[in-house]
């Protein structure tokens, strides 16, 4: 009898146009169940206790932090507290410089970011530099901005003189522009990342782009890794429909499956990418966030091959801080 009304309720709810997963989505395999190496944490406020509590449960074992330096978000008080963190968990926390956010000094980064950054590298202190906001375009969660957009010139000359500062030191910088200004911005990374072989780059959730888009920088910048963190669950949203959609889609369908064109990207460029959840530190984000956004990754995970899976959750990321 239970069978019975079990199986009437599925049939009712298909005819009524209802999903349900049991019948509409295969199997996943099981999630990946190895340690995590979280390639990019942003400290939005001082709470580091209550960060290390929210890694506890996940498997996270260590993570690259940084400040975001806006006096709106974390401020000097977390730029001190990622410092005090790392001091505190030398085995878990790889410190980074501050975070740059809206630039307002002639479409170009400031001297002082600039020379405070280089002076804080050279006594040691940073392991990695934490994203310049180079374009960045207004989300629903954000103070919107004038033009809709954060848009900096990459190859302006407060980046030279800071990429001229970290040659030879071995530095990482985080690059974070975004897909939906694809023929304008593209040319220009293009050349800021060939003007610099030396310096490795990072790439913030592959800039919200497609699979191609990927591809097409991957296969460009031998120089370049990706962090594949938004893109794995698309939890932003744009202000602007139109810049939403010219966004790539998301890792997974409706039913968690991996994409094959994302699949085939994750194995082609295994050695260059890794796992970054880009995990907001803040009082409005709750503490079941972090593990939920966590699992997504392990899900993802969990459909590639166990050797491919490694590398991506916590190989890359832990040779890839470790050179400094």
């Known amino acids: 009898m239970r069978r019975f009304l079990g199986s009437l309720a599925l049939l009712i709810a298909a005819l009524a146009g209802g999903q349900s997963r049991a019948v509409q989505c295969p199997a996943l395999p099981a999630p990946y169940r190895g340690p995590i190496f979280d390639a990019s944490i942003q400290l939005w406020s001082t709470d580091i206790e209550g960060l290390m509590e929210n890694l506890a449960p996940t498997g996270v074992k260590r993570i690259a932090l940084f400040a ?20 505190r968990y030398p085995e878990q926390i790889v410190p980074g410089a501050p975070k740059i956010g809206t630039i307002k000094h002639e479409n170009d980064l400031p001297a002082d970011f600039v020379s405070s950054t280089l002076a804080a590298v050279a006594a040691g202190t940073y392991v990695f530099i934490g994203e310049i906001l180079y374009t960045h375009g207004d989300k629903e969660d954000s103070t919107p901005t004038p033009m809709g957009e954060i848009n900096i010139d990459p190859l302006g000359p407060g980046t030279e003189r800071l990429l001229t500062g970290l040659r030879g030191r071995d530095i990482p910088l985080m690059t974070h ?19 610099w072989p030396q310096q490795r780059f990072l790439l913030p959730s592959m800039a919200y782009g497609s699979p191609s888009d990927a591809e097409a920088l991957l296969s460009a910048h031998l120089n370049l890794w990706g962090i594949i963190s938004r893109v794995v669950d698309g939890r932003y ?12 889609p998301s890792m997974s369908d409706d039913c968690g499956a991996l994409r094959a064109d994302w699949r085939a990207v994750l194995l082609k460029y295994s050695d260059r990418l890794m796992y970054g959840s880009d995990y907001l530190t803040r009082a409005r984000v709750s503490g079941d966030t972090y593990p939920h956004i966590i699992a997504q990754f392990r899900a ?6 166990p050797d491919v899976a490694k590398k991506v959750a916590w190989d ?5 801080y470790a050179r400094h």
Not at 300 to 305: N, S
Not at 316 to 320: I, P, R, S, T
């Open 300 to 305: 993802i995970a969990g459909q590639l091959p």
């Open 177 to 195: 522009w975004e897909a939906y200004a694809w023929e304008r911005d593209k040319p220009r990374f293009d050349k800021l990342y060939a003007s």
């Open 68 to 87: 975001n330096s806006g006096k709106r978000a974390g401020g000097p008080q977390a730029v001190d507290s990622v410092l005090a963190a790392a001091r």
């Open 237 to 248: 949203d744009f202000v602007d429909p139109a810049k939403q959609a010219k966004l790539g």
């Open 316 to 320: 890359n990321a832990a040779l890839f």
